[in-house]
């Protein structure tokens, strides 16, 4: 029997005056239309994720909250700009009401009583995306924030078509956005998702009230989203409903502003966003894999994809058991992120899986308490991703996300702007390194990751999918640096994910392979990948190569778009 086999790849995109990718193509134009006017990065980068914001509002928006990596090519300066969301000041460790067992949204915590952390007024954080957005425009761009916002805005008012991506996505979460009548509103016909096509002609997402506050925004800037009108909409429409959220949550909410963590791979530089993002661990995975020579082993030869399990299983018990917020409980983050550490462990690892994988010491990690540890375990992830290079060499990162797809699922009566469920992302049993304090950030899976050659910018990276981001933004790394593929093969490679026991593994992986890491003692979960159910993250990339070209890449099974600029 020969069964014929469905092949689906990308092109990639090239460019030499710039390139922006992202997880939406009308996003995507937005920016590039912002590079080729003669913006920088910023600008462009900016622009995208207001757009993005309308355009694929499951993943992300004014209501949510990033981390950004700003490189100034000029200063020779990269900067790390933490915009997540915090726990309201009314929030406290034992917020929710525990069940027995762990949540049937399998992310890994204990069952919340009614998932009350998962969906609904009590799951809203304090959001950072307008703050974040405004206070990169303002250090580092070029252009006024007003005209930025001018595709948002047309894009929420005048509307755009609902693809076959955006209708998949309401069907999926319909029980839910049905529920709270300000969300049916806007995302539902009656609370059936909207079709692609009415009749004939294509179904037009309109969001005029959004577009009134992106409006408010643009003339008064981020002060009335924080201490004026529409911030005093928000809390009074939310309070309502039963929300946490205050006036003072949003008048002290500030953004983080701070170097980046700073890594190396085989004698490339790795900059990440600080704790409590998915950097630090991003860095760990990547410190253990140069202890081995994965080139030599081969790209996805059983010993390679061996030693990644080991090394990222070891880095997400490490995770869970020590990082969170760092303004709030010690966390060991240099020791964490030491290749002396990494090489500590590294040695650990031999030819079989090891059958139990303990943190990291920590007296070797210098923290003198030890908290409960945080099980991993699959999340469900939205969470977008946009990467810009421009014509000066300047780069940015940015990802940024509600959360869960549709965030709590709770649009804020009146304004349009759908509200995070960033409360998720706290363990909510008290105890633990990441439980829940009034003004803490929880532990977030963001990861925006720059790579640095000697002729600068190399790689420009991150993903969205939830605690998936990590393992996929590390392989696209070991992908471009030890098997010398291009960014768009590196993105659409087969990959794992360890995120959960067992691991799961890609179809498209030789089944040759997959028995070999069965025979290493390895439980393995092969999946097939499409475009409803995707196992794995979903990157973005650009890498720039030594003549200076731009090369653009994202993932064939998510309708994002690669766009570069030659004039």
Excluded at 290 to 302: D, I, M, R, T, V
Aim: glycine content about 10%.
């Amino acid at each position: 029997m020969h069964r014929g086999v469905w092949i689906i790849d990308r092109t990639e995109a090239t460019g030499r005056l710039g390139m922006l990718v992202a997880q939406h193509e009308l996003a995507a134009e937005v920016g590039v239309a912002v590079l080729a006017d003669g913006g920088n990065a910023v600008d462009a980068a900016v622009a995208t994720a207001f757009a993005i914001g309308v355009v694929e509002p499951f993943m992300s928006g004014i209501g949510g909250g990033g981390l950004m990596l700003v490189h100034l090519a000029e200063r020779r300066e990269t900067v790390a700009l933490d915009f997540g969301m915090c726990a309201p000041l009314a929030a406290r460790p034992d917020l929710y009401a525990l069940l027995p067992g762990t949540s049937a949204t399998r992310f890994g915590w204990r069952a919340v009583e009614g998932d009350a952390n998962v969906h609904g007024p009590l799951a809203i954080a304090v959001p950072g995306a307008v703050a974040g957005l405004v206070t990169a425009l303002e250090r580092y761009g070029t252009r006024p924030l007003a005209e930025l916002l001018q595709p948002a805005i047309r894009l929420a008012r005048d509307g755009f078509p609902v693809s076959w991506h955006t209708s998949l996505e309401m069907a999926q979460d319909a029980a839910l956005l049905a529920r709270y009548p300000s969300t049916r509103a806007i995302f539902t016909r009656d609370g059936l998702p909207l079709p692609v096509q009415t009749g004939l002609e294509p179904t037009i997402l309109r969001q005029p009230d959004l577009a009134r506050s992106l409006e408010a925004i643009a003339r008064e800037g981020s002060d009335t989203f924080y201490r004026g009108e529409l911030g005093r909409q928000l809390v009074e429409g939310l309070r309502d409903l039963g929300a946490l959220l205050t006036m003072e949550d949003l008048e002290r909410y500030t953004v983080r502003l701070s170097a980046p963590l700073w890594g190396e791979y085989r004698g490339y530089r790795i900059a990440v966003a600080p704790a409590p993002s998915g950097g630090p661990t991003v860095l760990e995975a990547l410190h253990l894999l140069a202890c081995f020579p994965l080139a030599e082993y081969g790209h996805n030869s059983s010993r390679t994809l061996h030693i990644l399990i080991e090394a990222f299983r070891q880095a997400f018990v490490d995770r869970f058991a020590y990082l969170a917020d760092p303004a709030f409980v010690p966390v060991p983050v240099a020791g964490l992120t030491d290749p002396a550490y990494a090489r500590e462990r590294a040695s650990e690892i031999g030819e079989r899986a090891r059958q139990r994988i303990e943190p990291g010491d920590p007296a070797r990690l210098g923290v003198e308490r030890v908290f409960a540890r945080s099980l991993p375990n699959y999340g469900t992830g939205s969470t977008t991703h946009i990467g810009v290079v421009d014509r000066w060499g300047n780069a940015v990162a940015l990802t940024q996300t509600l959360l869960s797809a549709w965030g709590s699922r709770v649009v804020a009566p009146g304004t349009g702007i759908l509200m995070n469920n960033g409360m998720f992302w706290f363990d909510p049993e008290p105890g633990r390194a990441n439980s829940i304090e009034p003004g803490k950030r929880p532990l977030a899976n963001m990861a925006p990751t720059l790579v640095f050659a000697d002729h600068g910018v190399f790689l420009i990276l991150g993903a969205m999918g939830g605690r998936r981001i990590i393992d996929a933004v590390v392989q696209v790394v070991s992908n471009v640096i030890d098997h010398g593929l291009g960014i768009q093969a590196a993105i659409s490679a087969a990959r794992i994910d360890c995120i959960v026991e067992p691991t799961v593994v890609s179809s498209r992986i030789d089944p040759a392979v997959i028995a070999a890491l069965e025979e290493r003692g390895h439980r393995l979960q092969v999946v097939r990948e499409d475009f409803a159910d995707v196992p794995f993250a979903s990157p973005g990339g650009i890498l720039r190569d030594h003549e200076g070209i731009l090369h653009g890449g994202t993932n064939p099974y998510y309708p994002g778009a690669a766009i570069g600029l030659d004039r």
